[in-house]
């Protein structure tokens, strides 16, 4: 690993007992396939599985190999109409697992997250059995502040352009504190603890994964 990865290493040596004290857990990975090999280990066969669209999902390779797998998939990008949408966001809330990443994360522990409709911050807070995320070294901050700063100025300008967001920050690069149709940023969410252990669990990547 670089000297980089290393550090990162160490950063999450200490997250980690940092997380379990707020009844979540933590794993450490030099890569992507190594991650992606010990969820697909860990979700059983014939799981119904949901996804909140993350870009760190989908680089790392995951949604390959779940698509791939013996697996019931709820994807919500299928929907063709806002109907359908509702129907399988629904059946998202009753998943066994919820693959997602997280905006930003505490060297304390604690998750930040930013949503818009807020469907991907609600499954997180309650409703699917397990939520696993993929979480790659570029979303490591300081305190929670410092993570709203990261989502705000970083994330969600990436996002508007990956999306073609009409926000200030698409036309900018950089957060307006809009409160336009297209925002995205209309739930704040800090994560300081799970009430049912384990149920979060954070798989950490040394690679630079999502926004």
Same mark, same amino acid.
């Given at each position: 690993?670089?000297?980089?990865?290393?550090?990162?290493?160490?950063?999450?040596?200490?997250?980690?007992?940092?997380?379990?004290?707020?009844?979540?857990?933590?794993?450490?990975?030099?890569?992507?396939?190594?991650?992606?090999?010990?969820?697909?280990?860990?979700?059983?066969?014939?799981?119904?599985?949901?996804?909140?669209?993350?870009?760190?999902?989908?680089?790392?390779?995951?949604?390959d190999a779940i698509k791939s797998?013996? $697996?019931?998939?709820?994807?919500?990008?299928?929907?063709?109409?806002?109907?359908?949408?509702?129907?399988?966001?629904?059946?998202?809330?009753?998943?066994?697992?919820?693959?997602?990443?997280?905006?930003?994360?505490? $060297?304390?522990?604690?998750?930040?997250?930013?949503?818009?409709?807020?469907?991907?911050?609600?499954?997180?807070?309650?409703?699917?059995?397990?939520?696993?995320?993929?979480?790659?070294?570029?979303?490591?901050?300081?305190?929670?502040?410092?993570? $709203?700063?990261?989502?705000?100025?970083?994330?969600?300008?990436?996002?508007?352009?990956?999306?073609?967001?009409?926000?200030?920050?698409?036309?900018?690069?950089?957060?307006?504190?809009?409160?336009?149709?297209?925002?995205?940023?209309?739930?704040?969410?800090?994560?300081?603890?799970?009430?049912?252990?384990?149920?979060?669990?954070?798989?950490?990547?040394?690679?630079?994964?999502? $926004?």
């Open positions: 690993m670089t000297p980089k990865q290393l550090a990162f290493q160490t950063a999450v040596n200490g997250i980690i007992p940092k997380l379990a004290s707020r009844n979540m857990e933590g794993y450490f990975f030099e890569n992507s396939a190594s991650c992606v090999s010990a969820i697909t280990d860990l979700v059983e066969n014939g799981s119904i599985i949901s996804w909140g669209g993350s870009e760190s999902i989908k680089e790392c390779g995951l949604m797998g013996n $697996y019931i998939l709820i994807d919500r990008l299928s929907a063709k109409t806002p109907e359908e949408g509702r129907e399988l966001y629904a059946k998202t809330v009753l998943s066994d697992y919820y693959l997602m990443s997280s905006n930003a994360i505490t $060297y304390d522990g604690e998750l930040i997250n930013i949503d818009g409709n807020g469907n991907r911050v609600a499954c997180l807070i309650h409703g699917p059995k397990y939520v696993l995320m993929v979480v790659g070294m570029n979303k490591l901050v300081s305190d929670v502040e410092s993570g $709203y700063k990261r989502v705000r100025n970083l994330a969600s300008p990436a996002n508007a352009k990956r999306l073609g967001r009409n926000t200030p920050c698409f036309h900018t690069g950089k957060c307006g504190n809009c409160l336009s149709d297209e925002c995205m940023c209309s739930h704040l969410v800090v994560t300081r603890r799970c009430n049912i252990p384990g149920r979060i669990k954070i798989f950490f990547v040394a690679e630079e994964l999502g $926004y």
